[in-house]
Nanobody, 128 residues
Framework: QVQLIESGGGLVQTGGSLRLSCSAS??????????LGWFRQAPGKERQFVAT???????YYRDSVQGRVTISRDNAKNMIYLQMSNLKPEDTAIYYC????????????????????WGQGTQVTVSS
């Protein structure tokens, strides 16, 4: 059973930075064959895609975070990271990491329904 646990959220001022982490257990060596993603959900809004990294480490971002956010993975530690900088109040949300087996390395998985496993989320609040 896959378990994803996020950490690193908190309160930060506009323009600040945060690094979110997500620990994946239950995958073992198969972790390297998974696509990993970060999504977020603001109050009263639907969950939305933020970033994804494939098994080949190709990355893709939503337009509004491009240049401010970097997704990365450490296959040796079964960890996923989201480095966020120049944060804005509109980045305030609960951030979730997600995982799925990567059957198409050339395809970017950006839809919530495409991911099988989810963490519980970590709150990010950006004050103005």
């Amino acid at each position: 059973q896959v378990q994803l646990i996020e950490s690193g959220g908190g309160l930060v001022q506009t323009g600040g930075s945060l690094r979110l982490s997500c620990s994946a257990s239950g995958l073992g060596l198969a972790f390297s064959s998974y696509t990993l993603g970060w999504f977020r959900q603001a109050p009263g809004k639907e969950r939305q895609f933020v970033a994804t990294i494939g098994s080949n480490s190709r990355t893709y971002y939503r337009d509004s975070v491009q240049g401010r956010v970097t997704i990365s993975r450490d296959n040796a530690k079964n960890m996923i990271y989201l480095q966020m900088s120049n944060l804005k109040p509109e980045d305030t949300a609960i951030y979730y990491c997600a995982a799925r087996r990567d059957y198409s390395p050339d395809y970017y998985y950006t839809e919530e329904a495409e991911y099988a496993d989810w963490g519980q989320g970590t709150q990010v609040t950006v004050s103005s």
